[in-house]
């Protein structure tokens, strides 16, 4: 994907969600919402017949959540969201997490299927290695429903609930270019911007994660014009995604490989002056090894970017040691999901805005992508608190 796919996101006449405020996914789907909850019951009754053999009844049907690991804040607030909102339209949920095993997750997928599962949304761990669970699905007429990473080698994916993950790579890199002085936060050229040069790291996410090469295809696309002219140089040379990809999203991982690069590449007294950095986890782990190498907070501490906004990055952007993170509301996604699966399941198409980008290497699977915000210290507040995701007492606490 090169710089001019993105024109399609941007050019999208579908209106998308206003993360800041959180409002619903759109009021087209208020109506559908409160339709379904009105007719859920002898919906959900009628179909049950025809989707997985689900016993359906007064109290809904099963909906399979398969989720990746607990170890991320982030993926527990999804599962939460997806359950609760899930929840409140009639369904039962089976909720499972798979700790980033892959057997474990296939496991945990097949037993939904055995239980009856009317649909399943399903957030990958790799999605290259559901084919054969999935063709179980497919042939108990179970749909299934890709969260935030796109399976991937299977036609038997039905749709897919994401963020433009293009976008998210754009703002990563230009958080960094805003904390170096290059640009404002909307990417424009600073009039005073300083001439550099400056040394950047990169760390991309884990290879076998769909969306991490769509983060670095933006981020790269974002940067190079920069690298191209001298103003940002990769000391250490690693500028490719294998070399720079890190797999798991191991924060423990992304810490070894930039206390490898600064042992290996800034022995001579230089410094890093920025870490593009996909993740909030990486970014802390990043965080740790400048700190182990001397690096201390205040003048020439690096530009580190992230994603996310988990509660210990957002504190570590409240105290200078992050400059950066994206906020993706999860609390829309699982909107998005839901209205999917109850779409479905009541004989609706779901809403979708992307039917062009998302191609899984087998077919290219109808989407609905939101936006996501740059998240700095002087818009904490508006952009965090406001919307609710966080309080002030946790962020400052």
């Known amino acids: 994907m090169d710089a001019a796919d993105s024109d399609s996101h941007q050019d999208n006449d579908v209106q998308l969600i206003d993360t800041v405020k959180g409002n619903t996914v759109k009021n087209t789907k208020k109506v559908l919402l409160a339709t379904l909850a009105a007719g859920s019951m002898l919906a959900l009754a009628a179909c049950s017949g025809n989707a997985g053999g689900g016993d359906g009844g007064s109290d809904g049907g099963l909906i399979g959540v398969a989720m990746p690991t607990k170890s991320s804040e982030r993926w527990i607030q999804d599962g939460d969201a997806v359950k609760e909102q899930l929840e409140e339209q009639g369904f039962k949920v089976d909720l499972q997490y798979a700790e980033d095993d892959i057997p474990t997750q ?17 957030a990958s761990i790799d999605g290259t290695t559901l084919t054969q669970v999935l063709q179980d699905a497919a042939d108990a007429e179970i749909p299934v429903i890709a969260y935030d990473r796109l399976i991937r080698d299977s036609e038997n994916v039905d749709y897919y609930a994401s963020f433009d993950n293009y976008i998210v790579g754009v703002q990563q890199a230009t958080s960094l270019l805003n904390g170096l002085g290059l640009t404002d936060l909307e990417g424009e050229p600073a009039a005073d911007a300083p001439a550099g040069p400056f040394n950047v790291e990169l760390f991309a996410g884990s290879p076998d994660d769909n969306n991490a090469t769509f983060f670095w295809n933006g981020a790269i696309d974002t940067l190079q014009p920069y690298i191209d002219e001298g103003t940002l140089v ?26 490898n690069i600064l042992t290996s590449t800034y022995s001579d ?5 920025a870490v593009l950095s996909p993740y909030d986890g990486l970014s802390r782990g990043i965080i740790s090894a400048l700190t182990d190498a001397g690096y201390s907070v205040g003048e020439g501490w690096p530009i580190i970017s ?12 409240n105290s200078g040691e992050q400059f950066a993170t ?41 989407s609905y992508l939101l936006e996501s915000q740059i998240v700095v210290k002087d818009n904490i507040t508006e952009v965090l608190v406001e919307s609710g995701y966080w309080t002030e007492e946790e962020i400052n606490g």
């Not at 007294?269 to 002056?273: C, E, H, K, L, R």
């Not at 198409?349 to 062009?356: G, L």
């Open 106 to 122: 296939v496991s945990q997928i097949e037993n939904m299927i055995t239980k009856g599962a009317e649909a399943l949304i399903i």
């Open 326 to 366: 994206i906020f993706k509301d999860t609390r829309e996604l699982a909107a998005v999901a839901v209205d999917m699966a109850a779409a479905i399941l009541n004989g609706e198409e779901p809403e979708v805005n992307n039917t062009e980008d998302y191609d899984n290497g087998v077919k290219t699977v109808p």
């Open 234 to 259: 990769v000391k250490s040379g690693q500028t490719d995604f294998e070399q720079a990809a890190i797999l798991r999203w191991d924060g423990e991982v992304a810490q070894e490989r930039m206390e």
């Open 269 to 273: 007294g230089s410094t890093v002056n």
């Open 306 to 317: 992230g994603q996310d906004a988990e509660l210990d990055s957002v504190k570590a952007i």
